[in-house]
């Protein structure tokens, strides 16, 4: 009796794990997003932008998390070239051993041979290559023009919503008019676009509130999302997690919690930071092993660039200051100094400047600042 019990418990549990199986082999064939890439770069970025691969890697992963397929397209089809990126990150890795993506990747679909009933949602990847071959892409526009009409979900991240800014629909209008909208913002493209900008044929942020898009924006390369219905776009790379669950979100289903990267972490803790909360740097410190310092101080001296107000220089001169030991460079302990003194804490600039010689004596921007601090 007792062996007939475990046999019945075992079939009962075998019973379960099928059923639990075909519930999941059933969701993963409900639906199907399409991601499209650039297909502009060259040598890795070097001589024409591309792609981002962190952003396809981390959106592949939510959508693979969820159990929704996916096909990869591009304007030309075929193998397109991502801007050089970091393999080793945990999330890169993931997804260059995926044998299955890695063939759809290195072989993607070609636009204009796509139609729209086969998806149920675009995603459009961002990179600065899709600011030069998405946009004049009428397939593309098509397309996306079709998923959405079709009421299917239309998403794009950073550069991607370039692919969006000439789509029109039945009725004549911008499919971006009059909606929440995001992209990477002019201020962004400033700081850290200087190598393509003057090659663009317009700037993001422009283009799309020319369209009549409501543009909506968060600090420097911090996650934003906007979502306007089954329209979703993103700031920055740092949103792609946010865009791609949303689109989860969107289809229906109830998203599974994937886990931030380390440097999406720390960009999250650094908005809290920029919010109000001024325990996040009391985090940061306490906590560096969670953190990537160098990624905070290295925004505390970008942010300190754009700042305008004593609170958001203050708020630029505690990121720099935490992540100060982590990245140990003249040139950021120089720029701290500047910063106090130039909010009046001349004990705290002169005990900077101090330091910073006592480990490099003899240089001299340092040395020429101490000669003009007079207490």
């Avoid at 499919?175 to 962004?188: D, H, I, S, Y």
């Amino acid at each position: 009796m007792k062996y007939i019990k475990q046999t019945l418990t075992k079939l009962m549990s075998l019973l379960v794990l099928i059923t639990l199986s075909s519930q999941v082999a059933a969701s993963v064939t409900d639906k199907k997003v399409l991601m499209v890439l650039s297909g502009y770069g060259q040598q890795q970025g070097e001589e024409k932008p591309g792609y981002e691969f962190d952003e396809f890697s981390k959106a592949y992963t939510v959508f693979n998390t969820n159990g929704i397929r996916v096909d990869i397209a591009s304007p030309q089809g075929g193998k397109v070239e991502a801007d050089k990126f970091d393999a080793k990150k945990p999330f890169n890795a993931k997804v260059l051993a995926n044998k299955a993506i890695m063939t759809k990747l290195n072989n993607t679909l070609s636009i204009r041979n796509l139609e729209a009933k086969a998806y149920d949602a675009i995603f459009i990847v961002g990179g600065k290559g899709a600011m030069f071959d998405l946009p004049k892409d009428t397939a593309l526009q098509s397309l996306i023009a079709d998923i959405y009409q079709q009421q299917g979900t239309v998403a794009a991240v950073c550069h991607g919503p370039a692919a969006l800014v000439d789509v029109t629909l039945n009725d004549g209008s911008y499919l971006v008019a009059n909606k929440a909208v995001n992209g990477f913002t002019n201020q962004e493209e400033n700081l850290f676009g200087k190598k393509w900008i003057s090659q663009f044929d317009f700037m993001l942020q422009d283009k799309l509130i020319e369209r009549g898009a409501k543009f909506q924006s968060s600090e420097i390369m911090l996650s934003h999302v906007a979502v306007d219905e089954r329209l979703i776009t993103g700031q920055n790379p740092a949103s792609t997690v946010g865009v791609a669950t949303a689109l989860v979100k969107a289809l229906g289903l109830t998203p599974i919690a994937n886990e931030l990267d380390k440097d999406d972490h720390t960009l999250a803790i650094i908005a809290q930071f920029l919010a109000g909360d001024k325990s996040a740097i009391t985090t940061l410190a306490n906590h560096t092993e969670q953190y990537h310092l160098p990624l905070v101080g290295t925004y505390g001296f970008y942010y300190l660039k754009i700042a305008e107000t004593d609170i958001q220089l203050e708020n630029a001169l505690a990121l720099m200051t935490v992540a100060q030991k982590a990245i140990n460079n003249p040139v950021l302990d120089l720029k701290i100094a500047k910063t106090q003194h130039h909010l009046g804490h001349k004990l705290a600039a002169k005990a900077t400047l101090n330091e910073l010689l006592a480990s490099k004596p003899d240089y001299k921007p340092a040395l020429d600042m101490l000669k003009t601090i007079s207490l």
